[in-house]
């Protein structure tokens, strides 16, 4: 088991864990903007076992019905994240109508939110482990686990004040009002994951400021040859694809040609971790004019 599966093995446990809290909470309270925090932890264990399922399928190498590798399994868990982050949201607004409708005394307020607010700080923690790992080995499925724990988190701590202020005040049309708001940040968050998960199924391009490094390390490295273009480039989990023309003299010969090639393709690995390059070597009677301009 590599470290991006272990990592979302481990998410898996402790959204169990925090579950657990929050359904106690609500237990506690009876509050439904407390069960509108919990439902999104629902949705949390589900998506961190898909991102463990997509991990594991993920990291496996190519083979012959799938020779560019299994990377956009990952895409797959995070568009499985949003559908069901979609269907939570609606879950809570159901909710949150019954008790507009009824309102409801709340119970135990202050152990309950303490409860709450120890799974809120757990979430915190995780999530931020999960960003940062989730940069480190570009694994879209942890960084999309992190960033919805994060909404997580800001969902806890408006949810928090709010029942708090409900408790206190005694206006129990607070509660259902703020697991409305919570729904609603849910359901953005769920269209976000999807169209950004989306885009990665499409082949979609990274950064500009990406695509500019890799125009200046071939534009710097390929020194012999006259000029590249129809530059490419698309993302698939931790693997960037580039594929470019380069233009060399007629007259140079093909062991020279191919270790412009080799140059190239060392610097780009070494500043673009991950990359699957493919160049095309062509006579400069091809040449466009365009392009990246060898310096």
Not at 24 to 44: P, R
Request: hydrophobic content about 50%.
């Amino acid at each position: 088991m590599n470290r991006v599966s272990k990592i979302a093995l481990g998410s898996v446990f402790v959204g169990i864990a925090v579950l657990a809290l929050k359904f106690v909470a609500f237990w506690l309270t009876g509050s439904v903007a407390l069960y509108s925090d919990a439902m999104e932890s629902i949705v949390n264990v589900a998506s961190a076992f898909a991102a463990f399922i997509a991990a594991r399928y993920a990291s496996k190498p190519a083979d012959q019905n799938h020779p560019y590798g299994h990377h956009k399994a990952e895409y797959l868990a995070a568009v499985l994240e949003g559908v069901m982050i979609v269907l939570a949201a609606v879950a809570i607004f159901y909710q949150a109508w019954e008790a507009f409708r009824t309102p409801r005394f709340l119970d135990q307020p202050t152990l309950g939110l303490a409860v709450n607010g120890v799974a809120g700080l757990i979430n915190l923690v995780w999530a931020r482990y999960l960003i940062v790992s989730g940069k480190r080995f570009r694994s879209p499925a942890l960084d999309a686990d992190g960033r919805h724990l994060m909404t997580d988190v800001w969902s806890s701590v408006g949810v928090i004040g709010g029942v708090a202020i409900a408790a206190w005040t005694g206006w129990l049309i607070l509660d259902p009002l703020l697991a409305g708001v919570v729904a609603l940040n849910v359901l953005w968050s769920g269209w976000g994951l999807v169209r950004q998960s989306v885009g990665g199924l499409m082949d979609e391009a990274p950064e500009p400021h990406i695509r500019d490094h890799i125009r200046s390390i071939i534009s710097q490295r390929a020194e012999g040859a006259l000029e590249a273009h129809d530059l490419r480039t698309r993302r698939a989990a931790q693997k960037t694809f580039i594929d470019f023309h380069l233009v060399v003299p007629g007259s140079m010969t093909v062991a020279d040609s191919h270790e412009i090639c080799d140059r190239i393709e060392e610097a780009l690995r070494a500043e673009v971790p991950g990359s699957i390059i493919t160049i095309h070597v062509e006579p400069e009677e091809k040449a466009k004019h365009q392009g990246i301009v060898v310096v």
